[in-house]
DNA sequence: AATCACCCGCAAAACGATTTGCATGGTCCC
DNA sequence: GGGACCATGCAAATCGTTTTGCGGGTGATT
């Protein structure tokens, strides 16, 4: 750990303040109580020699690191980053910092970055598990570890969660394209059961998009639901199938906003504008969103929400310990209109 | 740290395996040799309590934690994620695991971050002050801790650094565009001298498409050159203000590729044809670029490559001591054209 | 004056590994 | 047979904290 082999410690404030190594530890966690004159020697040798505790030390004795294990599957994907950010500056007031590691969704690599997060002494894991499911990754980091993950599911989970609800957003999405006089809603989903649950994405939103069309008492038709990868081009290939038939839809919702922007593509090479031929709602609400052209209306994904839902999770755990029933958090989605739609 | 109160130590595997806890040690370590025959029995324990030993209490001992910091402004903005993830890519693989943290350029909580950090005694620090100098960093962390700095100032720092080459990149744009023909180049810098040294972005790229400009043997026009907060509206206005002046540029490079889409805004508001009428060049690749109409040809700022090489330099420290020369990577930047020019 | 309750400080035992020094028993080579 | 050497194992010290048990003062209450 490359530390100062003098680095100051805790004896040697305690030699040069006169005292022994426990008052310096009472006086700094205030434990027990210090008078006020010893105390104020302590602080004066802590000031003189600059000296910081040694955490692992810390750690090793009283069993907390004040430090979290956020397994993402890609933190450069846009996603992650704005999680991992609501999580941390939670977090960052209680003084805790946290371990990032990246899994690509593979199962070896999850199993492997949980064991090296809880052998750190981690005092909480957050985690969007991509291969492994809930049950093993409990068992991986052990029956007492604070765990909150996220997903879809709120299904009987051995750990806490923070989802969102997806049908929400859609539904608004919904009611502002229909207050407008759209009735024929298109959608496009991801690659329909791509990897094994890959991103559990798909269908989720479909669903969710069959839901929001009911709700507001249209009828949902079945051959204006395409499928196509997460990504631009697939979301143009998929769009441009939607747009080349004879009846098609007034608007298209999307499960992603790349999709969207695809579609949005799609539209502008079929010669049609957006939003009065047809109507184009995305997904996620990346920062892409507001910088194509038109601005993407769509549904926001809020990420940052979620990782502050998860990291007061990893905070009420700790204060509750184990036993407390697991607590499930469901945020909002909500649409967000700009220029699209 | 959440442990189980019951969880196997190096103690009740060398019960186990009839052994003491040093040979458990050594058979793990192989610091010294262990017979074929105890080391069996040992590595059986091992799996029958499913052992993992506990690395906070070996880095108490062995004063190494396998672990770094990242310390960045803010890992919600795109760059560092993609900077984050080629750091991890490489040290991964060598068991490192790495702590990540936001400062949003302020100069108290930079301290506070490494402070963090440093007590919880990583082996290395990764980090783009924008607040704090060099000097003062590196009389946080110590003089002995592998410290790797990301920027462009090559002067004299008391660190590892790593930075690009953002002059050659701006070259290739230069010539590419004289190829076609091109003379007239306009720039929209980022605002001049913003907060201090505020992501030392500003002046560095300006002065790299002068030089760029007067490589290519062409005459750089001062009233060309623009400035524009590093964001969409901003490039817009500063392009409005370039576009609409009588005798106006035939190409536009920009500070950054924010400002760059907006100037691709302007120049749809103004009628222009891009890139016939108007050539625009953008400035790091963010995802976005290729996802904005037309696509946004620009220089591409190679954060994985860097994160890539701040790993390996960190490595090479840790291999080779303190005592070591400062070692000083510059990468490249090339550009990459896509529709826009 | 005896009791009780605090206050304040110290010594020593954890926490769970690594590392050093020592002991034992061969083997090998002159 | 004796030294050198290696392989193998253990006991104990160590890393830098926190925490527990103990005890000597001091002041107030009976």
Redesign the interface.
């Known amino acids: 750990?490359?530390?100062?082999?003098d680095?100051p410690s805790i004896a040697s404030v305690a030699a040069a303040a006169g005292v022994s190594p426990t008052t310096v530890s009472h006086a700094l966690s205030g434990k027990r109580t210090v008078s006020a004159d010893t105390r104020e020697r302590i602080l004066k040798a802590i000031e003189e020699q600059n000296y910081?505790?040694?955490?692992?030390?810390r750690?090793?004795r009283s069993?907390?690191?004040q430090?979290v294990a956020l397994v993402f599957v890609?933190?450069?994907n846009?996603y992650?980053?704005?999680v991992?950010?609501g999580v941390?500056?939670v977090l960052?007031i209680e003084?805790y910092?946290?371990?990032?590691?990246?899994t690509d969704g593979d199962a070896e690599t999850e199993r492997r970055?949980l064991?090296?997060?809880?052998?750190?002494?981690?005092?909480?894991v957050v985690m969007q598990p991509m291969a492994l499911s809930a049950a093993e990754v409990r068992e991986i980091v052990?029956?007492?570890?604070?765990l909150v993950i996220i997903g879809h599911e709120t299904s009987e989970m051995p750990a806490d969660c923070v989802g969102t609800d997806d049908t929400r957003g859609l539904t608004e999405a919904v009611a502002h394209l229909a207050r407008k006089g759209v009735r024929d809603f298109g959608f496009i989903d991801g690659p329909p059961e791509s990897v094994t649950g890959s991103l559990r994405l798909t269908g989720f939103r479909a669903a969710g998009f069959r839901g929001a069309v009911a709700a507001a008492g249209l009828e949902v038709r079945e051959r204006w639901i395409e499928y196509g990868p997460f990504a631009?081009d697939g979301g143009a290939a998929a769009a441009a199938r939607l747009l080349d038939r004879a009846d098609r839809p007034r608007a298209i919702l999307c499960a992603n906003d790349?999709i969207a922007?695809g579609a949005?593509?799609a539209a502008?090479r079929a010669g049609l504008r957006v939003p009065d031929d047809i109507a184009i709602v995305g997904f996620d609400d990346i920062?892409?969103a507001?910088?194509?052209?038109p601005r993407l209306t769509t549904v926001v994904n809020p990420a940052?929400a979620v990782g502050d839902a998860c990291a007061r999770t990893i905070l009420w755990r700790?204060e509750n310990g184990?036993d407390a029933p697991y607590r499930r958090t469901v945020l909002p989605t909500r649409l967000v209109v700009r220029e699209s739609a």
């Open positions: 750990m490359s530390r100062d082999p680095r910081r505790p040694n955490m692992v030390a750690s090793l069993r907390k690191t430090s890609d933190i450069a846009p992650y980053p704005a991992a950010r941390h500056d960052a003084g910092v946290s371990f990032i590691g990246n970055l064991e090296e997060m809880t052998a750190r002494g981690v005092d909480g052990g029956p007492a570890m604070p631009r790349l922007i949005l593509e502008r920062e892409t507001d910088l194509v052209t940052s700790v184990p």
